[in-house]
């Protein structure tokens, strides 16, 4: 593996400061993503390792400017599109249609 997802050992991305009592969602969103992605799991279209390839193929400089919720949401849009549960041109539509505020 050598992707930016594969950063073991590497220099120069500063020091880790891991959040004390982190919690595990930060937001209403991520816990829907995490949900809808375990949710969509369940249609049996791909496995838990696919799951993951779909994440660390994201752009490299796209993965590293991205939360951990937003890369599981890029892997997710992935695999539905992959795998014809929904076009990409729907996806964008509706992307465009929560960017304007609606539901």
């Known amino acids: 593996m050598n992707g930016a997802h594969d950063m073991g050992g590497m220099d120069g991305f500063g020091p880790i400061n891991p ?3 982190e919690p595990v ?8 993503v995490f949900a809808m992605t375990v949710a969509t799991g369940f249609l049996g279209h791909w496995n838990i390792d696919m799951g993951r390839q ?4 994201v752009d490299p400089a ?4 991205s939360s951990y ?9 992935t695999l539905l599109v992959e ?5 990409a041109e729907e996806l964008a539509a509706r992307k465009a ?3 304007g505020g609606a539901p």
Do not use: N, V
Request: glycine share 8%; aromatic share 14%.
């Open 54 to 57: 779909a994440r660390e193929q």
């Open 19 to 21: 959040e004390p009592d």
């Open 62 to 65: 796209e993965y590293l400017r």
């Open 25 to 32: 969602f930060h937001g209403e969103w991520e816990k829907r």
């Open 69 to 77: 919720y937003e890369k599981w949401l890029q892997g997710l849009e």
């Open 97 to 99: 249609e929560m960017a």
């Open 83 to 87: 795998k014809g549960l929904i076009t």
